[in-house]
């Protein structure tokens, strides 16, 4: 393997690894503040609302996706003028969403809520959360847009900066709104609010010292060529995420249809996916800059041998991964959860959760190649493959065999869409 080519992937995944684990902390520390308050209500109205968010931002993260693998390919054909243009396309239409956000506000708040069902005291603390925190939709899918950019740039360190500058900021507001002013959840939302807009003003200044501003015509930037393909893409990576959400909320109420203790056994071990995944998105951040870095500077030579060595990495984390969660199985367990039966119950369904990094790092490293050679519509057909699969099992096994009917839909959900991206990688 090429170790000036293993350099470039390391030096592009290690940064966005870091993003990754520092990303969840905004809402830890929210948890965190709230958490000293003196009532339960007040968490479960941080739960609530973090939430709410998750589900409403979750389906924007074409706005990130869409821009890292067309920005990658302007830079490698070294066309500053399309470089450009890709952010300022992307930014109007991540602005245009965010002022709809806000403008319908208030029913799409009551809707989330009423999909949550919260409790009435932790709905209206919610609500009030809600309300403040979504005038920062703008910053928050602009942040999107940014990073996305960064990465098409071969730079996933300022997207890393920029993280962790918000969660220092938003602990360092927060605190003094709450106890220093006792806004309580306001100051939390105020907080958050404040950190969110403040990490993308920080985005956009580094973006204009560090790469300066081209001016490009409206002409330009309504290009139907070139605007058709930007709304193909992200269209398809938008239902890709709406397959991947339908699979997520599936598997959570499976498990909460089967009890309190069998969605705790689930949501435990789902932590192990969700760390594994840090890492391989990071991986998958690096197939993105670098694949499509590559088809546009037209070095295919380059792109087959980024491919071999993402696919070489992926696989040795896998193994790292599965080495680690298999020696350190009952200190996982114990140290997520004290609670003597869904510990022991966890251990039952242990070994399909080790197989995740196994059987899933394909998809992972699969859709970093096909988001940097912006072949979207294969990475939506493996997702509706996946979903298909993962369907289908389930409605056979989980009547049969219960949950261990659904890690293995799971499971194969995971391994069919890899398979279906590496057939695809070697077709092209």
């Given amino acids: 393997m090429d170790r000036q080519l293993l350099r470039s992937i390391a030096a592009l995944s290690l940064p966005a690894v870091v993003t990754n684990i520092t990303t969840p902390l905004l809402a830890l520390c929210d948890v965190a503040i709230v958490g000293h308050m003196g009532s339960a209500v007040f968490i479960a109205a941080i739960a609530v609302g973090g939430t709410m968010f998750n589900m ?9 996706m869409g821009s890292s693998g067309t920005t990658a390919q302007a830079f490698g054909a070294g066309n500053l003028t399309a470089v450009h243009a890709v952010v300022k396309r992307a930014m109007a239409i991540a602005f245009i969403i965010a002022m709809a956000f806000i403008s319908l506000s208030k029913p799409i708040g009551r809707m989330l809520l009423d999909f949550i069902d919260a409790e009435p005291a932790a709905r209206e603390m919610a609500l009030e959360y809600f309300s403040i925190c979504i005038w920062g939709a703008p910053a928050v899918l602009g942040t999107f847009v940014l990073t996305g950019w960064f990465i098409g740039l071969q730079n996933s360190r300022t997207p890393m900066w920029i993280s962790i500058f918000i969660n220092i900021f938003n602990i360092a507001v927060s605190l003094t709104l709450v106890y220093g002013a ?3 959840i306001s100051g939390v939302a105020f907080g958050t609010l404040s950190a969110q807009w403040g990490g993308f003003i920080m985005g956009s200044a580094t973006a204009i010292r560090k790469y300066g501003m081209v001016s490009i015509s409206l002409k330009k930037l309504l290009d139907w060529n070139e605007l058709n393909s930007f709304l193909r893409i992200n269209s398809d990576i938008f239902l890709r995420t709406l397959c991947l959400v339908a699979v997520t909320l599936w598997f959570t109420r499976t498990g909460a249809m089967q009890g309190t203790v069998m969605l705790a056994v689930n949501t435990l071990l789902m932590q192990m996916f969700t760390i594994f995944s840090y890492m391989m998105d ?22 087959r041998q980024t491919i071999g060595s993402l696919t070489i990495v992926g696989a040795i984390a896998s193994i790292i991964f599965t080495a680690i969660y298999f020696i350190g199985s009952d200190t996982f367990l114990t140290l997520l959860s004290s609670d003597g039966e869904v510990v022991a119950r966890s251990k039952e369904f242990f070994g399909w959760a080790v197989s995740i990094p196994l059987l899933g790092f394909m998809a992972f490293v699969g859709d970093g190649i096909m988001i940097g050679m912006t072949r979207t519509r294969v990475m939506l057909a493996s997702m509706g493959i996946g979903a298909a699969v993962y369907f289908t099992l389930y409605m ?19 391994l069919s869409r890899g398979i279906v991206l590496q057939l695809a990688i070697r077709k092209i």
């Fill in 396 to 414: 056979i096994l989980f009547p049969r065999i219960g949950n261990h009917g659904l890690w293995i839909a799971f499971l194969a959900y995971l």
């Fill in 56 to 64: 409403l931002y979750w389906l924007c993260g074409f706005l990130r």
């Fill in 182 to 184: 006792g806004m309580k």
């Fill in 282 to 303: 990071g991986i998958a951040f690096a197939g993105e800059a670098l694949c499509g870095r590559y088809i546009g500077a037209g070095n295919t030579t380059r792109l």
